[in-house]
């Protein structure tokens, strides 16, 4: 069923709001995908701050023109949905890669991060790089090894001092 004039309306201007709005967003194939497979993304989606939605093409190459999008999301054909994102891109990619090595049928077309497009490739290498959190925590890490190495090397002359006056000290005794 085709939809009207006011329903098509509606739709372009929650796509340009959800374009605005959103860090970015990943365009993927949305044909020959099962149910349960799409269910369990949505979920899984939904828990990393991102959001699965299957896209009417026409309406959305509209918003794309209209939200200043680069020109390689414009051509996009054939069934289509988008994962949009607040924050974190690696999250989403994990889970569209997962998804793709479970069924095979789930492919990553491209995408947009803060304005930048990402071709399928790039998508893919968003999914080896760790979580912004475990990023945190290895920066967290490196910072702290330098300092954790200048107190071994302080404390250790420290303690070898202490191990020749008490030498000292016994043989005297």
Same mark, same amino acid.
């Given at each position: 069923?085709?939809?009207?004039?006011?329903?098509?309306?509606?739709?372009?201007?929650?796509?340009?709001?959800?374009?605005? &709005?959103?860090? =970015?967003?990943?365009? @993927?194939?949305?044909?020959?995908?099962?149910?349960?497979?799409?269910? %369990? *993304?949505?979920? !899984?989606?939904?828990?990393?701050?991102?959001?699965?939605?299957?896209?009417?093409?026409?309406?959305?190459?509209?918003?794309?023109?209209?939200?200043?999008?680069?020109?390689?999301?414009? &051509?996009?054909? =054939?069934?289509?949905? @988008?994962?949009?994102?607040?924050?974190?891109?690696?999250?989403?990619? %994990? *889970?569209?890669? !997962?998804?793709?090595?479970?069924?095979?049928?789930?492919?990553?077309?491209?995408?947009?991060?803060?304005?930048?497009?990402?071709?399928?490739?790039?998508?893919?290498?968003?999914?080896?790089?760790?979580?912004?959190?475990?990023?945190?925590?290895?920066?967290?890490?490196?910072?702290?090894?330098?300092?954790?190495?200048?107190?071994?090397?302080?404390?250790?002359?420290?303690?070898?001092?202490?191990?020749?006056?008490?030498?000292?000290?016994?043989?005297?005794?």
């Amino acid at each position: 069923m085709s939809k009207t004039r006011i329903q098509k309306t509606e739709l372009l201007n929650d796509y340009k709001k959800i374009l605005e &709005e959103k860090a =970015g967003y990943f365009l @993927v194939n949305s044909d020959k995908t099962n149910t349960s497979t799409i269910t %369990k *993304l949505k979920i !899984q989606l939904r828990d990393a701050n991102a959001n699965y939605a299957v896209v009417k093409n026409s309406i959305f190459k509209v918003a794309l023109q209209e939200t200043n999008q680069p020109l390689q999301t414009q &051509e996009i054909e =054939g069934p289509t949905a @988008v994962i949009f994102f607040d924050e974190d891109p690696t999250v989403p990619a %994990k *889970l569209v890669k !997962q998804a793709q090595k479970e069924t095979s049928l789930l492919n990553a077309k491209g995408g947009v991060f803060e304005g930048e497009f990402l071709s399928e490739s790039r998508v893919m290498q968003l999914a080896e790089i760790p979580s912004r959190e475990v990023l945190l925590s290895q920066l967290v890490g490196t910072l702290n090894a330098p300092l954790s190495g200048f107190m071994n090397a302080v404390t250790g002359n420290v303690r070898g001092l202490t191990m020749v006056l008490k030498g000292i000290s016994e043989k005297n005794a």
